[in-house]
């Protein structure tokens, strides 16, 4: 199976010594295809650091654990992590890095979140907003906002449908501001994401054996009564689940939990939990007793207890 090699932002020059690269590696039996970055997720990102496009695909990237070959005139510059290469490297020198990069690339990471939801997963905590698009359909994701915005409810139902489809594209929306999205309809993107991932159930591959726990409570203002939701989002708040367990616990199917937590993580809400411990209550937090609570309120003084 081929590795597919994305470019964010590089100039045409060095996009051109890429290509040749990449025939290099294809010649001798290599299995690689190379294509322009669209938002899609792809084995190894090779981005332009000194380009916007190339900062934005990098922190998508990043965050998405895909691999990244990065490219950037100043050589002090810290990275958390990728590959450096210089820009002025030859075809063939770039041809040995990507094959030592495709050996060790994980293979076919992505095949069960396509599409939309794909590109979902590649978002979701970064804090960017995104065009995407679907042939007519076109909706953005506000990730900072945790909202999805469309022309029309119907364009938001459609985007639900069309989860899976492997034609979504997106393109970060590089200068945000509040007006342009006046007159759009807009969904949370907690309820989006459960509502479509609940549609495409059974298509979905189980996400994985790992515990699971949510780190913010999600947002259900499309439909509150959903009992389901609920209690999973309240299993998920308190504790580390499994997905088989989480679906025993909450008395819904394998299939309803698993893509529920598909969603949630997707949303940016669903975070893995390696810790077999129940986390600790911060006592500066924690509910102060009745009585104690009544004494502070009135400004009475509290009896003395002895150990």
Not at 224 to 234: H, I, Q, V
Request: aromatic fraction near 6%; include cysteine.
């Amino acid at each position: 199976m081929k590795v597919h090699i994305g470019l964010a932002g590089l100039p045409y020059e060095i996009e051109l010594r890429f290509w040749l690269a990449c025939k290099l590696l294809m010649s001798s039996s290599t299995p690689v295809q190379l294509h322009k970055w669209d938002g899609k997720p792809c084995d190894i990102l090779v981005t332009d650091l000194d380009s916007e496009q190339g900062q934005v695909a990098y922190e998508m990237a990043i965050h998405g654990d895909t691999r990244v070959l990065f490219l950037s005139k100043d050589t002090h510059i810290e990275q958390p992590a990728g590959t450096r290469i210089d820009k002025h490297a030859t075809a063939s020198a770039i041809a040995k890095t990507l094959e030592n990069m495709v050996m060790t690339a994980p293979r076919n990471k992505h095949a069960a979140v396509d599409g939309l939801l794909g590109i979902c997963l590649l978002q979701g905590g970064n804090g960017h907003e995104v065009l995407t698009s679907n042939g007519r359909i076109s909706v953005i994701l506000r990730d900072n906002g945790r909202r999805v915005y469309a022309s029309s409810r119907e364009e938001l139902e459609s985007a639900k449908q069309y989860l899976l489809d492997d034609a979504w594209a997106s393109i970060p929306v590089t200068a945000p501001c509040e007006h342009q999205y006046e007159g759009l309809v807009w969904e949370s993107l907690d309820s989006f994401l459960v509502a479509a991932c609940l549609r495409h159930r059974d298509k979905l591959a189980m996400i994985s054996d790992a515990t699971y726990r949510l780190s913010v409570w999600p947002d259900f203002v499309a439909f509150p009564d959903n009992r389901e939701a609920l209690r999973m989002s309240s299993a998920l708040y308190r504790k580390n689940w499994r997905v088989a367990e989480l679906a025993e616990h909450c008395g819904v199917s394998v299939a309803t939990a698993n893509a529920f937590c598909w969603a949630m993580q997707a949303s940016g809400a669903l975070r893995l939990d390696d810790s077999t411990e129940t986390p600790r209550v911060n006592q500066a937090n924690k509910p102060l007793p009745l009585v104690q609570r009544v004494v502070r309120h009135f400004g009475l003084k509290a009896p003395q207890t002895h150990a």
